[in-house]
């Protein structure tokens, strides 16, 4: 199992390195929310000002240098892609803060909180409209089949994690298969776009899609563990807020099936008839800690990260693929 | 000004004669709505059980002949454009009648009714991202180019609806703003990448798209005049929501305009205010008669109506030219 005490910083270090690209980025992300239509710009700074790690972009911008993508100041393909896959990232935030009846997001009121349910739609339709708008700009129908069908696959995984909802009886790899719609689908085509602007062999297409993918999953496991570990302010959203909703995550499906026939009344009064009051949360973490969950789906999530730093090794090494490592670790450290 | 009699009858006419194109676009939207996730075909079958009249994708396919694309069994982009158009339309259904919470669609429970605004907004996505892929299987970045600037132009003008309700000072150009973004747009664009499928002049090209525009603010300012005149079973839907929800639309601008001021005092308390009793409805189609507010409507979307049918005139006479015009003019019709 891969180490890294120094991970907490991976991050930052990989935003440094390309710290050029991502200032880029910020800038082309700023510009295209323009609209004459006041309320989009100022929806769009509200995003803008809560901030985010922008990881997304990040691994299309490494992913392009990574493949020897040689920017100019008439080869930005990069950044624009970068972009791009940020705003259907923040459009679908914004769709699923109103699903989710959200308040909070990154520590600050959510969108949907200061501006409404609707222009949350409406304005998340927008990013959704521009970033086709930025993927036809740059020009590659590699690039637009590869993004277009991330985005349908997001749509799938978000109606599949609405139709387990509550639903004790989930299986595991159902649970999976939504994680890896609403998440990893688009980590893995953030890495593979970067590819696609180079004429590198497939196969570190492909290396860099199952590092996406890996890394999506793993980044999701420990999401859904840190709803019932962390401290709201570490996470940035309400701690609980998973459980309110009668999410199925793997956290409860591990202390769900490690539970005595008592506790697994407790759950399906939580969970399924969604039952709740202020004791609740106390008693479900102390469950979750009596069997383990959290380190079960940690286990998990570390066993999908060792498969993302598996996927880089076609790469020869560099502190780029260095820094790519560590942002791995980094991501499964969050919850240690 | 143009007159048809026989105008109701003119838009099953035009269907009649693309009978074969339609069949074909209704083949590939239900199996484009296809996904592995059981929710997504089921509110697409209630969608497509709804019906609705495919004005756009028959402005499509239509203005694809109009321009002598010749189809063969091979040569089908035409239907899968058509498809692709009215899959961006159904998405901005589903997420307007959220936006709008709306019960009633074409006279049926909508699909937020029957299946919950979490659903509408996932399934709009879902839509819209299938688009996309339509657009990309396509393969023209100028039809990508056109649809997804019109998909933006969609939001936008969303948005600045809600930016506009409930405030009777919107002067008229805002209102045609709005109803430019929200329906025109999509017209326009549905004419245009019909044109764009075979290398006529650009003439016939931007013909289209003045056909497409005019006709789109025609058919949206009837349609808001419908929803102070129809009776529920001809609309489809309910009359007096948009009073209901405080929309700003021209009959309200009308009548206001023209307002006594014991009349303004009432218009303010209902559009403005949002204080509404069983009583006001009443009273408003009262006031909206005695001010000839929907006559005023109608005769500006005569005149759109009317620009419409100027703008074909570049073509030769043609049977499927005719069509056209009497769809224009059937389009108009609905309110008299």
């Known amino acids: 199992m891969l180490k890294d005490a120094g991970g907490e910083s991976a991050l930052s270090a990989l935003s440094a390195f390309l710290e050029e690209d991502m200032h880029a980025c910020n800038r082309a992300i700023v510009q295209r929310m323009q609209s004459p239509v006041p309320l989009i710009p100022q929806l769009g700074a509200h995003l803008v000002a809560a901030g985010g790690k922008r990881l997304r972009p990040l691994l299309t911008l490494a992913s392009a240098r990574l493949c020897g993508y040689e920017p100019a100041p008439d080869r930005q393909r990069h950044v624009g892609l970068a972009a791009c896959v940020e705003f259907i990232h923040t459009a679908t935030l914004l769709h699923d803060d109103v699903v989710d009846e959200s308040t909070l997001r990154r520590g600050l009121a959510s969108a949907n909180a200061v501006f409404g349910n609707k222009a949350s739609v409406l304005v998340g339709d927008f990013l959704f409209a521009r970033s086709f708008q930025l993927m036809t700009a740059d020009g590659s129908l590699r690039v637009m089949a590869i993004l277009s069908a991330a985005s349908a696959t997001i749509a799938e995984g978000e109606v599949l994690q609405m139709a387990t909802q509550n639903d004790l009886s989930t299986p595991i790899d159902r649970y999976l298969e939504v994680i890896h719609g609403k998440t990893a689908a688009l980590f893995a085509a ?28 793993a980044f999701q496991l420990v999401d859904d563990a840190l709803d019932y570990a962390a401290d709201q302010q570490t996470l940035g959203k309400t701690v609980g807020d998973d459980m309110r909703e009668g999410k199925i995550t793997l956290p409860v499906l591990a202390a769900y099936d490690a539970a005595t026939p008592e506790e697994k009344v407790f759950w399906e009064r939580v969970i399924e008839q969604g039952e709740q009051t202020d004791a609740d949360l106390p008693r479900a973490l102390e469950l979750i800690a009596k069997t383990d969950a959290i380190g079960v789906t940690i286990a998990r999530a570390q066993t999908y990260a060792d498969a993302a730093v598996e996927a880089l ?11 790519l490592e560590r942002t791995v670790q980094y991501t499964v450290n969050r919850a240690r």
């Open 190 to 217: 953030a890495c593979r776009v970067g590819a696609v602007l180079t004429d590198r062999p497939i196969a570190e297409e492909e290396a860099l899609d199952a590092f996406g993918t890996n890394l999506g999953m």
């Open 313 to 323: 090794s076609i790469f020869p090494e560099s502190e780029l693929r260095g820094l």
